[in-house]
């Protein structure tokens, strides 16, 4: 157990209700000391939650979910990030025998064959490797903004992540990608080169292009599919208020 229920999120919400993204981030490290962790997808949004960690000496672990089909502006990104701001980006990696069985199966590039397959790819490259970068932690930290996409549009900051046990936070829920922009330049923010060139989301190489200016951010992504399908499963569209249970951990609620 990591010492977190559901029951606690509506108290949790209250305590972070008003803060800015780097009060959030502070509270968050208070409140899960221990046991929370931050997910990079090497982004902008995550771009700008590392620098907020580094500046603001907090300490919160950060990792990237390593697919093995990524771009090679993410790998130089992941360097020169971890050179400017000190702070270490650990990757997990996909299982290797599960890849090679899918692949075996299903072919190099099935995502392309079909939703189901590309979930599959996902489930083996992304889903189960968070898993195991989770396994333990109370919370855990995300990019996640509500105007990335119509599958995100009821984000909240403070969540039940239902599909992995855990309290989601993403301090930057209510920006606009106008407001991740300014703080990159304000601060000089190291972020991914494929920004410049069209690429507003990144993901893997082969399920990620370019998109026309003032095009929706995530329609780059998986593009062949409709776009209520375009999540890869790392963020559950589960109710951010699940059934009640019994609490239990750190929080006080009496």
């Not at 008003?18 to 902008?44: D, I, K, Y």
């Not at 990696?93 to 099935?110: R, T």
């Not at 995300?142 to 996409?149: D, F, H, K």
Request: net charge negative; with cysteine; glycine share 8%.
């Amino acid at each position: 157990m990591n010492g977190v229920s559901p029951d606690a999120i509506d108290e949790y919400r209250r305590q972070a209700r008003g803060l800015n993204a780097e009060e959030t981030l502070r509270w968050a490290a208070r409140t899960f000391a221990g046991g929370l962790t931050v997910a990079s997808s090497l982004g902008a949004e995550d771009q700008v939650l590392v620098h907020m960690i580094a500046r603001g000496d907090l300490g919160i672990p950060v990792f990237t979910l390593d697919t093995g089909r990524m771009f090679n502006e993410s790998y130089e990104l992941m360097a020169t990030t971890q050179a400017a701001l000190g702070v270490t980006i650990t990757p997990y990696f996909p299982d290797a025998a599960e890849v090679e069985a899918m692949v075996a199966g299903h072919g190099i590039n099935l995502f392309y064959d079909s939703v189901e397959q590309r979930k599959r790819c996902c489930n083996v490259r992304k889903v189960r490797p968070l898993r195991r970068a989770l396994a333990g932690k109370s919370a855990w930290v995300t990019g996640l903004r509500r105007a990335q996409s119509v599958t995100r549009t009821a984000l909240e900051t403070v969540e039940w992540d239902e599909q992995n046990g855990l309290v989601k936070i993403s301090p930057l829920a209510d920006w606009s990608e106008d407001d991740v922009w300014e703080y990159i330049r304000a601060n000089d923010v190291p972020y991914n080169a494929l920004h410049d060139r069209g690429f507003p989301s990144i993901g893997c190489a082969p399920c990620t292009r370019a998109v026309a200016p003032g095009a929706d951010p995530r329609s780059g992504r998986w593009w062949w599919e409709h776009p209520e399908h375009r999540e890869c499963g790392l963020h559950s569209n589960e109710p951010a208020d699940p059934p009640r249970r019994v609490a239990v951990g750190r929080l006080d609620l009496q």
